[in-house]
């Protein structure tokens, strides 16, 4: 059987792909796992083609095969003829054959490369997509890695930390691997434990980002943004980032309105203590209209980078440069 995977390498993916070939190991004499960086249609057919030692069912595994130009039309029609004959010829099925394709499923750049993977269900394959986490989706996510980590995370939990670092794959099958060891590997992951083991508020390069927005160095902030860059934190992370930081500073704003004090911030800001002074400074900078006009420009770019097809590190420039220009110059 031909099983194609579309998406991201991510933890989805690679679950996925475990799951229909059985969870092989690496010793397992009936497993190949070939590298698409290197091998190409003749090295999966001598690889499907093989003649098992114990006679049981070969699964070959074609990791990271090429999404377009010459090798991926090629390695479509060499799947196509492998699909059509053991539809064809039932006799010839002794292989189970996932072939997994790292496609940018949020670009729609991407949808003529989507579309002639697609085609190969016509043939008899079963094609699965990943595309990007979005919403509830994205807990569910979180919950079920738990449970393979062996523990398990309340939904509120799983919300947090789904706010703490994006509806990213990766991201937060990585977080929470972590949070699994920082609870024993047993129990309940709790948001205590969330903000505790994730918030690291100040000690990272995105919040040196974030914290030069909100105090308005300019270059500084572009600085850390294209280290950040080089280093390919996604795009929807350093988003992700502005946008809690703004909410942190609305939620601020109310408070210092009402005469709160810098507690009072944090507790209503989800922050640390330690942060809370801090947010409070920042409100008092900051007036109502300000911290929306900030926001618009966001959910601008926000749709940007998910619609337009533009050049996203382009997109993050622009935007550092918009939030962290004070009004004064702006106007002049």
């Known amino acids: 059987m031909l099983f194609i995977f579309l998406g991201g390498r991510e933890p989805r993916l690679r679950n996925a792909v475990d799951?229909?070939?059985?969870?092989?190991?690496?010793?397992?004499?009936?497993?190949?796992?070939?590298?698409?960086?290197?091998?190409?249609?003749?090295?999966?057919?001598?690889?499907?083609?093989?003649?098992?030692?114990?006679?049981?069912?070969?699964?070959?595994?074609?990791?990271?095969?090429?999404?377009?130009?010459?090798?991926?039309?090629?390695?479509?029609?060499?799947?196509?003829?492998?699909?059509?004959?053991?539809?064809?010829?039932?006799?010839?099925?002794?292989?189970?054959?996932?072939?997994?394709?790292y496609l940018d499923l949020g670009d729609r750049r991407t949808a003529s490369r989507v579309k002639a993977f697609n085609a190969l269900t016509q043939h008899g394959a079963r094609v699965q997509q990943f595309g990007p986490l979005r919403g509830a989706e994205a807990v569910r996510f979180v919950r079920s890695e738990a449970r393979r980590a062996g523990v398990s995370i309340t939904e509120d939990?799983?919300?947090?930390?789904?706010?703490?670092m994006t509806a990213d794959a990766g991201l937060l099958g990585g977080e929470v691997e972590k949070l699994a060891a920082y609870v024993g590997f047993s129990?309940?992951?709790?948001?205590r434990d969330v903000n505790a083991a994730c918030a690291t508020i100040g000690e990272h390069a995105r919040w040196d980002y974030v914290n030069a927005l909100a105090d308005r160095r300019g270059a500084e902030a572009l600085g850390v943004?294209?280290?950040?860059?080089?280093?390919?934190?996604?795009?929807e992370m350093i988003l992700a980032d502005i946008t809690r930081s703004l909410r942190q500073v609305a939620a601020a704003r109310q408070v210092v309105v009402e005469g709160g004090n810098f507690q009072q911030?944090?507790?209503?800001?989800?922050?640390?203590?330690?942060?809370?002074?801090?947010?409070?400074?920042q409100a008092r900078r900051m007036s109502d209209r300000l911290i929306?006009?900030?926001y618009a420009e966001?959910?601008?770019?926000?749709?940007?980078?998910?619609?337009?097809?533009?050049?996203?590190?382009?997109?993050?420039?622009?935007?550092?440069?918009?939030?962290?220009?004070?009004?004064?110059?702006?106007r002049a």
Request: glycine content about 8%; overall charge positive.
């Open 19 to 101: 799951a229909v070939l059985g969870h092989p190991v690496p010793d397992d004499l009936s497993y190949t796992h070939l590298d698409g960086r290197r091998a190409g249609p003749d090295e999966l057919r001598a690889a499907c083609g093989a003649v098992s030692m114990f006679g049981e069912r070969r699964r070959v595994y074609l990791d990271g095969a090429p999404p377009s130009g010459p090798q991926a039309r090629k390695l479509i029609q060499w799947l196509t003829a492998f699909a059509d004959a053991r539809k064809n010829d039932p006799g010839l099925d002794t292989c189970d054959l996932a072939v997994s394709v």
């Open 292 to 294: 929306a006009r900030m």
């Open 225 to 235: 943004l294209h280290d950040m860059l080089a280093l390919r934190t996604p795009h």
């Open 187 to 191: 129990g309940q992951i709790s948001v």
């Open 298 to 330: 966001v959910v601008r770019t926000d749709a940007a980078l998910k619609s337009t097809g533009g050049d996203k590190d382009a997109l993050l420039e622009i935007l550092t440069a918009r939030l962290a220009t004070r009004p004064a110059d702006a």
């Open 157 to 164: 939990a799983a919300a947090r930390l789904v706010e703490l």
């Open 265 to 281: 911030v944090a507790r209503a800001a989800g922050a640390p203590p330690s942060r809370g002074r801090y947010l409070a400074q």
